[in-house]
Nanobody, 119 residues
């Protein structure tokens, strides 16, 4: 079992940058992949990107590739989502999620943090 807490959301203007953090606690030794998802009002939750807990492999959704970057600081048990060139359509609640080595999908979720991009 792990606990995830996101932070760093806020209101920014189009073209700005923002960094979200996800603090991970608990059974981190069993963590396999960390992911970021988002959900805009009236829309389904969508995958943003992911990073392996060990190693540096990352994967991004087409909609954010080249603008968003995921990084990890294992010493701090924290995963980051660096968002550049933000667009109004990036407005959403952003969630981090964890997938353990024993899980086939993401099973641990944070509470979410709101990102609002004004035009």
């Amino acid at each position: 079992q792990v606990q995830l807490v996101e932070s760093g959301g806020g209101l920014v203007q189009a073209g700005d940058s923002l960094r979200l953090s996800c603090a991970v606690s608990g059974r981190t030794f069993s963590m396999y992949v960390m992911g970021w998802f988002r959900q805009a009002p009236g829309k389904e939750r969508e995958f943003v990107g992911s990073i392996r807990w060990s190693g540096s492999y990352t994967y991004y959704a087409e909609s954010v590739r080249g603008r968003f970057t995921i990084s990890r600081d294992n010493a701090k048990n924290t995963v980051y989502l660096h968002m550049n060139s933000l667009k109004p359509e990036d407005t959403a609640v952003y969630y981090c999620a964890g997938r353990m080595t024993t899980q086939a999908q993401f099973g641990s979720w944070g509470q979410g943090t709101q990102v609002t991009v004004s035009s």
